[in-house]
Antibody, heavy 121, light 106 residues
Framework: EVQLVESGGGLVQPGGSLRLSCAGS????????MHWLRQVPGKGPEWVSR????????SSADSVKGRFTISRDNAKNTLYLQMNDLRVEDTAVYYC??????????????WGQGTLVTVSS | IVLTQSPATLSLSPGERATLSCRAS??????LAWYQQKPGQAPRLLFY???NRATGIPARFSGSGSETDFTLTISSLEPEDFAVYFC?????????FGQGTKVEIK
């Protein structure tokens, strides 16, 4: 069974940092583009960042560029999101997701169960 | 690219037909997906490339459309279909989602 499990969320003050992790299992992790998305309750999801299967190419949304860094360790089947200079508006449930297709712009299947990040003083 | 979903809420009874709309602010060919999300769960992929059913999705669900106008149809609502549905485009960066349509029990 394909599974993605996020961890690392929590409460952080504005300006603080968090690192999210996403452990993949049940599939050839090193063969897939991987993505981070986030969702504020009651809103549509927002794509945050993506990384190529071999880690050589990354891209992030303008809203997080320069503050968030995506990375992966294919030996550990794990995806990461380093989040720095967090803002109140970064508060959301963060999901990792596998890219459906071998392309940068993608669909997402499956998604992890999500981890809540709350930025508040 | 902005995706506009309508209606925001659809109140229907089990067994009824549901028709959900997603309109793109510019042509996206057929590069659109639909997702279903239930409370407390992650979104689940239903369709990609407008009409390709994802693995395990029942035949009562169908997707159609191209360019700027897309439709998700549920031919006969089952109790487990009451949820929020999102559309998403991959035609251009960044990938964007609609705001969702909630299908609720009437």
């Amino acid at each position: 069974e394909v599974q993605l499990v996020e961890s690392g969320g929590g409460l952080v003050q504005p300006g603080g940092s968090l690192r999210l992790s996403c452990a993949g299992s049940g599939f050839a992790f090193s063969s897939y583009w991987m993505h981070w998305l986030r969702q504020v309750p009651g809103k549509g999801p927002e794509w945050v960042s993506r990384i190529r299967s071999d880690g050589t190419s990354t891209s992030s949304a303008d809203s997080v560029k320069g503050r968030f860094t995506i990375s992966r360790d294919n030996a550990k089947n794990t995806l990461y999101l380093q989040m720095n200079d967090l803002r109140v508006e970064d508060t959301a449930v963060y999901y990792c997701a596998r890219g459906l297709l071998p392309t940068a712009n993608n669909y997402f299947d499956p998604w992890g169960q999500g981890t809540l990040v709350t930025v508040s003083s | 690219i902005v995706l506009t979903q309508s209606p925001a809420t659809l109140s229907l009874s089990p067994g009824e037909r549901a028709t959900l709309s997603c309109r793109a602010s510019q042509s996206i060919s057929n590069l659109l997906a639909w997702y279903q999300q239930k409370p407390g769960q992650a979104p689940r992929l239903l369709f990609y490339d407008a009409s390709n059913r994802a693995t395990g999705i029942p035949a009562r669900f169908s997707g159609s459309g191209s360019e700027t106008d897309f439709t998700l149809t549920i031919s006969s609502l089952e109790p487990e279909d009451f949820a929020v549905y999102f559309c998403q485009q991959r035609s251009s960066w960044p990938q964007t989602f609609g705001q969702g349509t909630k299908v609720e029990i009437k």
